[in-house]
């Protein structure tokens, strides 16, 4: 493993927590007992939470909710946190009620701005869960990203440049992922978005309240030579070839260390077809290994991620699929959820995020 991350487990009253660490900065899958009731388990959670952030001697910057029953479950979350929040119902496949994923850095000072929107005196900003209104998901997404576009130009930056990661989680995914494609299409064309895009996910899941949840990162500190979009060109194509656009990865260069955003990564070939369909298990094979080399063209390795979430079509598969990231990616916190793909062949797609400090560049 990469002596550059440490990974631990953790057992607390009612959760564990695996965490991995690079630097002054962690991440970590709290996964609370399955036996206990909803608030029980939102208890237990919070508790690991801070537990984790006494020990490391860190703050939360980012914390997403894994809800399996939103409409029943959101209102008994905590209320007031102390950094960017977002809340979906994907359904942790372990038989928990609630998982978190949590971002946590030394010394981070993030504050709420408005609509969601956090930012620190470094120039970052987090856009965790705000409240839309629109009649479709088109309508939707397009509300979200001239919003987050807006709080970019008012602050001196803007979405090409500056934001580096995105998240869309749609509810019924098979019906109205087209919307969100067809919202995103335009605003990026409107916002000049046409050498490069921006590293994404766009997966299954239930907000409260609207069709499409978005979340998103951005650096207005970032200068266009420390991004690299990677393409991984020998095992994917560029996604606009099949009408979406989004980056496959994109690694951002910091005076200490590389971060890479491996956009959500389904079984698929560089002509743009899926590979292995009906078949779980090679459909995840194929996608680890187009995940490496994603991490590879970065000069990173699976050895360097700090988190994996996993999304699968069917509840059936979990099983199996877990089995071979405990195999491959031994110690990395993860969670299976179950949040269908955008093309119903794909039964499985993975995201994280990737850290090597410098000194250890391959």
Known sequence: MNSNISHKTFSYNGAEAATALCGDQMHCIITPSAGLKFKDQVAAACEAAGHLAEYFQMVPIFKR?????????????????????????QPALCGSKVVVWIVMERDADFTLQADGVWADSKGR????DSAVSGSDSAEETRVYLNRFSEALKVRGGNLAD??????????????NYAGV?????????????KEHFIASTGIGGSPAGSLVAFNAVADLSVKPEQVTFIKGATHLNPTIEY???????????YPDFRKVYVSGTASIDNKGQVVA?????????????????????????????????????????YEAVDAI???????????????????????VETECIAIRRKNEAR
């Open 277 to 317: 369909v009906g078949d779980i298990e090679r459909q995840t094979e194929r996608m680890i290994e187009n995940i490496e080399v994603l991490l590879r063209e970065a000069e990173c390795e699976l050895t360097d991620v700090m988190h994996l979430l996993v999304y699968l079509r069917d509840i059936a598969d």
């Open 125 to 128: 900003i987090i856009q965790g």
């Open 243 to 253: 009408g979406v656009a989004f980056e496959r990865a994109t690694a951002v260069d």
């Open 181 to 193: 494609v067809r919202g995103r299409n335009e605003v990026f064309a409107a916002e000049g978005l």
């Open 162 to 175: 500056h934001c580096l990661r995105t998240w869309f989680m749609v509810h019924d995914v098979d019906r």
């Open 325 to 347: 990231f405990e195999y491959r990616l031994p110690g990395v916190p993860r969670v299976l959820l179950l949040a269908p793909v955008c093309r119903p062949q794909w039964l």
């Open 65 to 89: 909710y894994f809800l399996s029953d939103i409409a029943n479950q959101a209102a008994l979350l905590p209320q007031e946190e102390q950094c960017a929040v977002s809340v979906i119902q």
